[in-house]
């Protein structure tokens, strides 16, 4: 199970940090990323990180604004996200996928879901 928090509306320009808890018996075994889905549009990859945390892939459109991390003694991935924008404004969910490969990052084939938070960027 993976519950996302941290969520809410920050003004143009402002910062806010999304987390997601991971209930697993063995978190460091999962590549751990953040989606996004926006009103009227598809869901959309944003970042993602390895199991060990050395290597990241993001997305062109937060590349340089968003920052994620993990922490695997707490089972909880971070997303950090600064200079936000109006279109920055969705519904923010985690994911999980397993691998057997420490180093792995990907967009896709994510199998377990969290439920998602809400951020909302105003001008």
């Known amino acids: 199970q993976l519950q996302a928090s941290g969520g809410g509306l920050v003004q143009t320009g402002g910062s806010l940090t999304l987390s997601c808890a991971a209930s697993v018996r063995t978190f460091s075994i999962y590549l751990m990323g953040w989606f996004r889905q926006a009103p009227g549009k598809e869901r959309e990859f944003v970042a993602s990180i390895s199991r060990s945390g050395d290597s990241t892939n993001y997305a062109d459109s937060v590349k340089g604004r968003f920052t994620i991390s993990r922490d695997n003694s707490k089972n909880t991935v971070y997303l950090q996200m600064s200079s936000l924008k109006t279109e920055d404004t969705a519904v923010y969910y985690c994911?999980?996928?397993?691998?057997?490969?420490?180093?792995?990052?990907?967009?896709?084939?994510?199998?377990?879901w969290g439920q998602g938070t809400q951020v909302t960027v105003s001008s």
């Open positions: 994911a999980a996928r397993p691998t057997i490969r420490e180093d792995l990052v990907a967009r896709d084939e994510f199998r377990y």
